[in-house]
C-alpha cells in the first residue's frame, strides 16, 4: 500500500506556506541581497546587464561596479529577475578551484582519507569534480557562500566527499554520479536566503521563522530548477534532503519509496558530516544510527559507520557533570510519563483524537529504549555516573547517548512546533495546557545545555 505524499500530521497550509516563502525568498530577499553587496566591498561583481525593477524602472546599468552603497535601493524594489542572474563575480568558483579545496580537505583529514582510499583512489573524486558542468549562476551562489557564508561552504564540501563515497559504494551510475555530486554541491545554497540569524538562533522561533527554515529545502530546488542544463534529478533531491523514511521530515512529509535514491545519499552525507564536524567520533556515528535506523536508508547508515569505524574515540573530561542532565533528562521523561497516562485516562472511546500524537510517542519511545539499552535507571543515576568515570569507554559512550538525545530532543521540539496547529484542534483544553508546560520544560532543557 503506498503512503499518501503529505504526511499525515502535515497540513496544506503548511505545504503552501514553505512554497509561498520559497519563492518569496528567490524573488526579494534582504539577506541575500546583503550578502551580494558586502562581498562587492572586497571582491569585484559587476553588472552583466542593465537591471530593472518590476514595473520598468532601470536601476543600475550595465558595467556598472556594485558594492555596498546599492544595498538600499536594491532591498527596496522588486526586480524583474533574481538579481544574480544580472551579475558576475571576478575569480568565482570554478570546477578548477571546487576540486582543489576537495583534495585539501581530503588531505588534511585522515578520516577522510580513509574514505578517499576506501574507494580506490584519492584523486577520483576531484577527477569527477573538473568533469562537471558549473554554470554562472551556480558558480556566483558558491562564490557567495564561500566568500560570505564560509561554514555553510565547508559544509557542503564535507558533504561531498562523503556523498561520494556513499555513491561508489552503492556503485551509481556515471550519469547518477553527476547529478548526486551537484546534489551535493548545491544542497544549501537556500540557506543563502535565510537570515543568518535564524540559522544560528539558540531560542524559541517564531511560525514564520521556522518557516522559512523548513522552506529552505525548496527554495534551493527552485534555483536548481531555473538553470538550464541540470538534470531534473538534482532539484529533486535537494528539495527531498530533509525528509525521513519513516515521514517525519520536511518540507512535505515524505516517505519510504517516495524518497529518492539520491535524496536518501545526501540526507545521510548530510548528517554525518554533521556529526563529523561537531565531534570527530565513531561513537556519536554508532549512537545516532542506533536512534535513526527508521529515519535513514540502513545500507547507507552501515556504509558511513564502516566507512568511519577507524577513528579514534574522543575522551570525555569532567564525566560528572553528566550527572546534572541525567536527572533533568529523567525528569523530563517522569513528566512526559504523567501527560501519557491522562491522556489514556481521558481515552473513552476508540474516537479520541490521541493520533495527533502518534509521531511523540514513537519518538519519546525509543529514545526511552535506547536509555534502557545503555543501562539507564532513574534510581541510580550516581551509581552510572560512578562506573563511567571509572570506565573511558562507557563513558564515551554514555557523553554520546546523552548528546544524541539532546540533539533528539531539539528535533523532537521543532517537529511538535509543526504540527502544532493540528496537535492543538485534536486536544482538550486541559491536555493542551499540559503538553505546553511539558514543551516549556524540554526547552528550559535544551536552553541550559
Not at 556594485?66 to 575569480?91: A, F, M, T, W, Y
Not at 532513574?378 to 554520546?400: F, H, K
Not at 533528539?408 to 521543532?414: A, G, S, Y
Amino acid at each position: 500500500m503506498r503512503h499518501s505524499q503529505i504526511h499525515p500530521h502535515m497540513t496544506n497550509n503548511h505545504n503552501s506556506s514553505y512554497e509561498d516563502t520559497a519563492h518569496q525568498s528567490i524573488e526579494k530577499d534582504p539577506h541575500y541581497v546583503t550578502a551580494i553587496t558586502e562581498m562587492a566591498d572586497h571582491k569585484e561583481v559587476i553588472a552583466s546587464e542593465d537591471i530593472y525593477t518590476s514595473n520598468g524602472v532601470k536601476l543600475i546599468t550595465k558595467d556598472t561596479t556594485i558594492n555596498s552603497s546599492q544595498r538600499e535601493g536594491l532591498i527596496k524594489h522588486k526586480l524583474c529577475k533574481p538579481i544574480d542572474k544580472s551579475l558576475i563575480v571576478q575569480d568565482g568558483i570554478t570546477v578548477d578551484f571546487l576540486a582543489k579545496e576537495v583534495t585539501r580537505l581530503i588531505k588534511e583529514n585522515a578520516s577522510l582519507q580513509y574514505l578517499a582510499v576506501f574507494n580506490g583512489d584519492l584523486r577520483a573524486l576531484p577527477q569527477e569534480l573538473v568533469l562537471l558542468v558549473l554554470s554562472p549562476h551556480m558558480a556566483f551562489k558558491l562564490t557567495v557562500a564561500k566568500e560570505q557564508r564560509p561554514h555553510l561552504f565547508q559544509r557542503l564540501l564535507l558533504v561531498t566527499v562523503i556523498a561520494h563515497y556513499l555513491a561508489v559504494r552503492k556503485q551509481l551510475s556515471e550519469k547518477d554520479m553527476k547529478n548526486l555530486l551537484c546534489a551535493a554541491l548545491f544542497l544549501d545554497l537556500g540557506e543563502l536566503h535565510i537570515d543568518p540569524e535564524l540559522l544560528n538562533s539558540t531560542g524559541n522561533l517564531s511560525e514564520t521563522e521556522r518557516c522559512h527554515i523548513y522552506a529552505h529545502p525548496i527554495t534551493g530546488s527552485l534555483i536548481v530548477r531555473e538553470v538550464g542544463g541540470i538534470d531534473p534529478a538534482v532539484s529533486a533531491a535537494i528539495q527531498q534532503h530533509h525528509e525521513r523514511l519513516d515521514g517525519s521530515g520536511y518540507p512535505h512529509g515524505l516517505r519510504d519509496e517516495q524518497i529518492g535514491t539520491l535524496a536518501r545519499i545526501v540526507s545521510v552525507a548530510d548528517v554525518s558530516a554533521s556529526i563529523f564536524a561537531r565531534f570527530g567520533s565513531n561513537e556519536r556515528l554508532s549512537t545516532f544510527m542506533r536512534l535513526n535506523a527508521n529515519k535513514y536508508d540502513r545500507e547507507l547508515l552501515s556504509f558511513v559507520l564502516e566507512g568511519f569505524s577507524h577513528m579514534a574515540h574522543c575522551t570525555v573530561a569532567n564525566n560528572n557533570v553528566q550527572l546534572a542532565r541525567l536527572e533533568a533528562i529523567s525528569q523530563l521523561f517522569e513528566t512526559w510519563g504523567k501527560f501519557r497516562a491522562s491522556l489514556s485516562l481521558s481515552a473513552t472511546d476508540s474516537s479520541s483524537p490521541t493520533g495527533a500524537l502518534d509521531f511523540m510517542f514513537e519518538r519519546m519511545g525509543n529514545l526511552r529504549s535506547l536509555l534502557f539499552q545503555f543501562g539507564f535507571d532513574s534510581g541510580s543515576l550516581e551509581l552510572m555516573v560512578e562506573i563511567a568515570m571509572a570506565d573511558p569507554q562507557i563513558a564515551n559512550e554514555l557523553s554520546a547517548v546523552l548528546d544524541e538525545i539532546d540533539w533528539q530532543f531539539q528535533d523532537l521540539e521543532r517537529e511538535t512546533c509543526r504540527h502544532r496547529e493540528t496537535i492543538r484542534a485534536a486536544l482538550n483544553e486541559g491536555d493542551n495546557h499540559q503538553l505546553d508546560s511539558w514543551t516549556k520544560d524540554l526547552l528550559a532543557y535544551l536552553a541550559s545545555q
